[in-house]
């Protein structure tokens, strides 16, 4: 038997298995990822131990089956089944933070960022291009009515497990003003 028979987990977590084998004084397993000794990159790993490590890339589908089979007789094993959500994107810098009237484009630093996650502004997504799991880069436009006030930008990851960065960041809108240098 193995346990938990089923789990959710988010990407990039990990969680423990356990397994026991029965009738059998060796209790030693063998542990596999989707049909892979240990697993790999693409669908996860486990170590000797029963822990699994979920990628943050999730694979398609987005569920992979772990498999504990008995050392000492490997007809002997049993399955569980482990559902995969995109993990919680992390929201740590944001340049530039003063935006003008018009058309802007930022930078989004943190972690956990995933194909498809969104950078929002003041709850709007905007166009965003992914850079990779700690980057991403968005434009759209400020109007004229959000001068001086802070807009808050968030990060939004897709479905499966759809999920806002915890925390926030503001950014100012400001009409465009005159420079002048004078020597």
């Known amino acids: 038997t193995i346990s938990p028979p089923s789990v959710t987990i988010r990407g990039g977590d990990s969680t423990q298995f ?8 060796n ?3 063998a542990w596999w990822v989707n049909g892979v000794a240990s697993g790999n990159a693409t669908v996860g790993t486990i170590d000797g131990n029963g822990k699994y490590h979920a990628p943050l890339d999730l694979p398609a589908p ?3 089956t772990i498999k504990a ?3 000492a007789d490997k007809s002997l094993s ?3 089944t482990v559902t995969l ?3 919680i994107p992390q929201l740590q810098t944001l340049s530039p933070t003063f935006l003008p ?3 802007f484009t930022i930078k989004v630093g943190g972690a956990n960022f995933v194909k498809g996650s969104k950078v929002l502004f003041a709850g709007t997504p905007l166009n965003t291009t992914y850079v990779g799991s700690s980057q991403l880069t968005a434009s759209g436009t400020a109007s004229s009515a959000q001068v001086g006030t802070m807009v808050k930008i968030m990060v939004e990851n897709p479905d499966p497990g759809k999920s806002d960065s915890a925390a926030s960041m503001n950014v100012q809108v400001g009409a465009a003003g005159q420079v002048s240098v004078q020597v």
């Open 18 to 25: 356990s397994a026991s084998v029965t009738a059998n004084t």
């Open 27 to 29: 209790q030693a397993v």
């Open 62 to 64: 987005a569920s992979v």
């Open 69 to 71: 089979t008995s050392a």
């Open 78 to 80: 049993a399955t569980s």
């Open 85 to 87: 959500q995109n993990a």
């Open 101 to 103: 009237v018009g058309n």
